[in-house]
């Protein structure tokens, strides 16, 4: 707790559209955020620049960029350049070669570490379950599995008061996250969400796909990057 | 599996005796081995030397160092130097300050990360829960939850291979693990267990006093630092 007596949280933000609408939701309900971004020697680094300025637009306590090289041993498009990121759409029950091995449990590992260094009583995360790629690590039964562990890993663990996850949108589908993100005024074009970390979102990866698909139905294709293919 | 069809184990190293000496297990079991070992801010990282060593003695198939730094926001003693490490001994009930705030579960973590990206069906684990320091993240119960985590995280676990956590040490007393040890030909002096990065083990910090007192219960009272107070 901080002398302004409010609780902190601890938010996972990658630069997208997801986390940055979860972090919105922990400010609105009145925590102190402290952000935490990962350079993983991920393809599309330049989401990077993204949190830093999401960072600064929601004007959180802290943010913290950590480095963690797993492209050290690739294993996915994201982090092995030879392998490419698919552009074809999700096929269904197939996780697509976008996904990163271990990469949530990581991340939630590192953002648990800080979330007890800093005596947090949640992590934010923008994983969501609906309108994803069928990763197995953004399930709702992973991410109870995954307090769980907290509650036993974690020196608060012992008096039961380990740092909750809090994944608001993971029920939520993607046109439903948008709105959240227009109510709380993200700055939707200042997020990425591309696999591809080119100039410009390519507009073909199941990130873009994700993303414009749900922006159209929300009415709101103005910030579709689709006619920019 | 290699051409020479023996399974892949990843061992977390960290340069202490009883990671070297699961490590040895899994070889002795008929396993490939991938190191891993973290360079994450601590204070004694001079163990990195001899988990390089200790990699070369025991002829792995790869050795990794990652960087992840806890040190950025401390936490422990380990972490932080403002920060003393306890030299009166182990108080029962109590956890030290010598806790690093998530540390297993981020190694783990990254472990796991390893183990599906090589096609790895182990993770070998020094943890011990017998003559430790009472930290959280080095119990049975702390491991078989993140077996269940790691069941639910990763592609192979959605076919029932998730890679399995294998802590062989987890039920031996120090004077145990000293005695496989010295039957597997660890070169116990080549091990660092010391919290205190210094030219010589300081042989006052749980650590010391928990390995020295081992070797000397062990017969082994040559290996002991202790004189060296």
Known sequence: MLANNKPISIALLSGG????????MALEAGHNVIGISFDYGQRHKRELEAAIELAAHLNLLGHEIINVNLAKWGGSSLTDLQQSVPTQGIIKGKIPNTYVPGRNTVFIAIGLSLAEAKGANQIVLGINAMDYSGYPDCRPDYLKSFQALANLASKAGREGNAPKLWAPLIHLNKVE?????????IPIDKTWSCYNGLEKPCGLCDSCRIRNEALEKAGRSDLSTREEI
């Open 17 to 24: 559209l997801d986390s940055a609408t979860a972090t919105a």
């Open 177 to 185: 996250i948008i709105q959240e993100a227009l109510r709380l005024n």
